[in-house]
């Protein structure tokens, strides 16, 4: 038993080697951001980027999804972002006769909400509120659990 755990360990290091030789070519800054990333993976966790323009913050990402197999989507954050721009909406056919769900940005396994510091505080708070409980709504509507462990 113990053998086997040595060995995933081993796997699972010389995965994140690897990794982390792959993102550092698309990586300006550094060298700690791409571990926390890594990091941030193993633990299932969120990162926050925050760094000055043109470091590659965008190409990271993009970079980290392809290493790891991931479906990569982007929401570029304005002030006139509406909550369709996220979750997407139904569209009319009109061969069909029929509306269908056409999926927003959130359904993917990999998503970079760049740009979220935009705009003046008061809306940037008010927007937070407003996407938590939109967000807590689908998760209700779609049985998923709201607060998973």
């Given at each position: 038993?113990?053998?086997?755990v040595?060995?995933?360990?081993s796997?699972?290091?010389?995965?994140?080697?690897?990794?982390?030789?792959?993102?550092a070519?698309?990586w300006l800054?550094?060298?700690?951001v791409?571990e926390?990333?890594?990091?941030?993976?193993?633990?299932?966790?969120?990162?926050l980027?925050?760094?000055?323009?043109?470091?590659g913050?965008?190409?990271?990402?993009k970079?980290?999804?392809?290493?790891?197999?991931?479906?990569f989507?982007?929401?570029?954050?304005?002030?006139?972002?509406?909550?369709a721009d996220?979750?997407?909406?139904?569209?009319y056919?009109?061969?069909?006769g029929?509306?269908?769900?056409?999926?927003?940005?959130?359904f993917?396994?990999?998503l970079?909400?760049?740009e979220?510091?935009?705009g003046?505080?008061?809306?940037l708070?008010?927007?937070?509120?407003r996407?938590?409980?939109?967000?807590?709504?689908?998760?209700?509507?779609?049985?998923?659990p709201?607060?998973?462990?």
């Amino acid at each position: 038993m113990l053998q086997q755990v040595e060995a995933d360990t081993s796997s699972l290091v010389k995965l994140l080697d690897r990794a982390h030789q792959v993102l550092a070519q698309h990586w300006l800054g550094d060298d700690f951001v791409i571990e926390v990333l890594l990091t941030s993976i193993i633990a299932k966790g969120h990162v926050l980027l925050v760094d000055v323009p043109g470091v590659g913050k965008t190409t990271l990402a993009k970079s980290m999804a392809q290493v790891l197999g991931l479906d990569f989507n982007r929401i570029q954050f304005t002030n006139d972002i509406l909550p369709a721009d996220i979750l997407g909406g139904s569209i009319y056919s009109a061969t069909d006769g029929k509306f269908s769900f056409a999926p927003g940005p959130i359904f993917t396994d990999f998503l970079l909400a760049d740009e979220i510091n935009r705009g003046a505080r008061e809306r940037l708070d008010n927007r937070a509120k407003r996407w938590q409980k939109l967000w807590r709504r689908f998760l209700q509507r779609a049985n998923l659990p709201v607060n998973p462990a």
